[in-house]
């Protein structure tokens, strides 16, 4: 069974900046693709960025510039850099990984952007 586990979510202040990381229980390579989703309240859960087994990236327009999707293939983990947070990045954060077969999910973790 594939477990992905989210830790590293928390309150942080407008400006600031805060890590996430996904510890994946098997290696992370055997995933196609890994990525942050987000879900505010009353609002959906949407796309916050990708990495493909390949080493490319991609990044929701609103997080751009802003927030680095990275891995570390020797520990399994996938990490959510967050800098220069707003409040409207407020949600639950869910690490997600797809293998081509099945989708996975964390359990999620909380972020709090707020002064």
């Known amino acids: 069974q594939v477990q992905l586990v989210e830790s590293g979510g928390g309150l942080v202040q407008p400006g600031g900046s805060l890590r996430l990381s996904c510890a994946a229980s098997?290696?992370?390579?055997?995933?196609?693709?890994m990525g942050w989703y987000r879900q505010a309240p009353g609002k959906e859960r949407e796309l916050v960025a990708t990495?493909?087994?390949?080493?490319?990236?991609n990044y929701a327009d609103s997080v751009k510039g802003r927030f680095t999707i990275s891995r570390d293939s020797a520990v399994d983990t996938v990490y959510l850099q967050m800098n220069s947070p707003k409040p409207e990045d407020t949600g639950v954060y869910y690490c997600?990984?797809?293998?081509?077969?099945?989708?996975?999910w964390g359990q999620g973790t909380q972020v709090t952007v707020s002064s």
């Open positions: 098997r290696s992370i390579f055997s995933f196609n693709r």
């Open positions: 990495i493909f087994s390949t080493g490319s990236r």
């Open positions: 997600t990984g797809s293998d081509g077969v099945s989708q996975y």
